[in-house]
Nanobody
Framework: VQLQASGGGVVQAGGSLRLSCAAS????????MGWYRQAPGKQRDFVAN???????NYMDSVKGRFTISRDNAKNTMYLQMNSLKPEDTAIYYC????????????WGQGTQVTVSS
């Protein structure tokens, strides 16, 4: 397994969760790491990513609520999710891609996040 996502669960609206994505060193160091999510019956949407140097990008609906980070010493990426809303309910997938491409090279297995109202 090259990407292992964890940390999903069930939380009430307004609550918090922290997702983790552990990666093998060869696909972490220097790569862009990020998250997509897929709600039932919907397409997979970009959530956030973080460059090797630490710059970040977020989808508009999570700005100010989610924070992406990476620990290069542990080859692990995190997504801190605060002020969760029912519409955040989805399977969250982590990914890794080379800086020179636009599409993910590797995917994690997904972790379910359910936010109850």
């Amino acid at each position: 397994v090259q990407l292992q996502a964890s940390g999903g669960g069930v939380v009430q609206a307004g609550g918090s969760l922290r997702l983790s994505c552990a990666a093998s060193g060869s696909i972490f160091s220097g790569n862009v790491m990020g998250w997509y999510r897929q709600a039932p019956g919907k397409q997979r949407d970009f959530v956030a990513n973080i460059m090797g140097g630490g710059s970040t990008n977020y989808m508009d609906s999570v700005k100010g609520r989610f924070t992406i980070s990476r620990d290069n010493a542990k080859n692990t990426m995190y997504l801190q999710m605060n002020s969760l809303k029912p519409e955040d309910t989805a399977i969250y997938y982590c990914y890794s891609r080379r800086p020179s491409v636009t599409k993910p090279d590797y995917w994690g297995q997904g972790t379910q996040v359910t936010v109850s109202s």
